[in-house]
């Protein structure tokens, strides 16, 4: 089954302790991304990948970090985690456009990772 | 600045009754436009891609059309099954590699 998952699906840990949220697809797709879901602000976008070792910025990156050594794997690392890094996180991934070899077409998401930061 | 704007922000409807929800959006370049719903707790789910002004996609009660400047999603005879949130988004930066999404149009259907 063609799928993006994520783990943890829920997590409650203290400030300042480093936390690693995995993402696998499994639909051989080149780009993948992180997002983070708050009230009031939508869905918002933090790191994206193009392929393998390559990653950039995405709207709101400070707090995070990734890596993508394998094209399958974009784990999301909160190397000192804070209170306002609580919320939902998506995982996606898409293939690029076939005509223009830049840029997500249809983004397929995990399921989601709930994060509590106290 | 790259923009993406959806309205209402919720709209209650009775089951039957038909509506429209609106992304407008202001970047340079389309590069594609998606419709997604989600379920509360749950990832986007994938409803359709627009590429081009006048294009329009039909699934079940749904229809999207494509404009230059917005998007409608067109809810036709909607069922409490329709209610979700609608989401819109849009690949945007000079490269159009980043995507933006809209805040969303939460939908209620009732019986």
């Known amino acids: 089954e063609a799928q993006v998952t994520q783990n943890p699906r829920y997590l409650i840990t203290v400030t300042g302790k480093k936390l690693t949220v995995t993402c696998s697809q499994n639909?051989?797709?080149?780009?993948m991304s992180w997002y983070r879901q708050d009230p009031g602000l939508g869905l918002r976008q933090i790191y994206y990948?193009?392929?393998?070792?390559?990653?950039d910025k995405g709207d709101v990156p400070e707090g995070y970090k990734v890596s993508r050594k394998e094209k399958r794997n974009f784990p999301l690392i909160l190397e000192s985690p804070s209170p306002n890094q609580t919320s939902l996180y998506f995982c996606?991934?898409?293939?690029?456009?076939?005509?223009?070899?830049?840029?997500?077409?249809?983004?397929?998401f995990g399921p989601g990772t709930r994060l509590l930061v106290l | 600045e790259d923009q993406v704007t959806q309205s209402p922000e919720a709209l209650r409807l009775q089951e039957g009754e038909s509506s429209s929800l609106n992304c407008s959006y202001t970047?340079?370049?389309?590069?594609?436009l998606f419709w997604y719903r989600q379920d509360p707790g749950k990832g986007p789910e994938f409803l359709f891609t627009?590429?081009?002004a006048g294009e329009e996609k039909e699934k079940e009660r749904l229809k999207a059309t494509l404009t230059k400047k917005e998007s409608f999603l067109h809810i036709t005879a909607p069922k409490p099954e329709d209610s979700a949130t609608y989401l819109c988004?849009?690949?945007?930066?000079?490269?159009?590699?980043?995507?933006?999404f809209g805040g969303g149009t939460r939908v209620l259907v009732k019986p």
């Open positions: 996606a991934s898409s293939p690029l456009f076939r005509w223009y070899a830049r840029g997500p077409e249809t983004q397929y």
């Open positions: 639909m051989n797709h080149e780009y």
């Open positions: 990948s193009m392929n393998v070792e390559v990653t």
């Open positions: 970047v340079s370049g389309l590069r594609g």
């Open positions: 627009l590429y081009s």
């Open positions: 988004a849009v690949p945007v930066g000079a490269a159009g590699n980043k995507l933006t």
